[in-house]
């Protein structure tokens, strides 16, 4: 696997930037070998981000590696693993990767599918809530981490969030034997559509209490793009 965690200016995946990545790589379930640093992000971090990860704006300035040169890196990580057919795992990584995608473009780098990525992808809130629908209660990382005995310390710090991402996946995978049998590539196609039928129960949920719908792309799993085209 290759473990992904970005923490970001916001919780907008669209709009907000990186201020921090890690990239784990984990083979025969042991992580042997990490990349992680502060990413400046070419604006101020709102005290609210802030007081999420710990990161400052002043900080990210001073230590943190140019957008382009961390958003590159990270993509280059990404497609190196498709092309060997190594999953990227972690937590929400709809969010994850479509931050990615979309601030490749802005600095001029192409984009996932650009490149030719089509995954696989192990997200472990996707699989959690299919094999563990039954389960009341917030479904968080911290949340999810409590549930299958996971240890995490310092949480929203993009390395220990990435690392307890990917130790989820592998007690997941214990507990529900059917999601370690299944084929990656048909996993993945699962995936997208386990995502699509959960969206669509949560914008029917949110219809029936007179709630705004949900933006179009929140369907879209692992990858969203900034716009949709026109409708035909």
Same mark, same amino acid.
């Given at each position: ?8 200016? !916001? ?8 201020? $921090? ?13 990490? *990349? $992680?640093?502060l990413i400046d992000p070419g604006c101020d971090i709102p005290r609210e981000a802030t007081q999420v990860h710990g990161i400052t704006s002043e900080q990210a300035r001073a230590e943190g590696m140019p957008l382009p040169v961390a958003i590159g890196l990270v993509m280059d990580a990404v497609v190196a693993a498709g092309r060997r057919r190594v ?28 490149? !030719? ?15 563990? /629908? ?6 968080? &990382?911290?949340?999810?981490? /409590? ?11 993009? *390395?220990?969030?990435?690392?307890? $991402? ?17 084929? &990656? ?18 914008? !029917? *949920? ?13 369907? &879209? *799993? ?5 716009? &949709?085209?026109?409708?035909?």
């Open positions: 696997m290759l473990g992904l965690d970005f923490e970001t200016t !916001g919780v907008d995946r669209f709009t907000d930037v990186p201020v $921090s990545y890690a990239l784990v790589s984990v083979v025969d379930g042991v992580a042997v070998a990490s *990349w $992680s640093g999953p990227v795992a972690g937590m929400r990584l709809d969010y994850d990767l479509t931050l990615l995608d979309i601030q490749a473009s802005r600095v001029g780098e192409r984009g996932l599918m650009a490149r !030719g990525w089509q995954g696989p992808v192990l997200d472990a809130a996707v699989l959690d809530r299919q094999f563990g /629908a039954v389960r009341e209660g917030r479904r968080t &990382l911290c949340d999810l981490c /409590a549930h299958y005995g996971v240890e995490i310390e310092r949480a929203h710090d993009a *390395w220990v969030d990435a690392i307890a $991402s990917v130790q989820v996946l592998f007690a997941l995978a214990t507990r529900f034997p059917e999601v370690r049998a299944r084929d &990656l590539g048909r996993l993945h196609e699962d995936q997208i559509r386990w995502h699509h039928e959960w969206t669509a129960d949560q914008e !029917g *949920w949110r219809l029936a209490r007179g709630m705004v719908p949900l933006d179009p792309r929140a369907y &879209l *799993w692992p990858v969203a793009p900034a716009m &949709l085209p026109p409708a035909a």
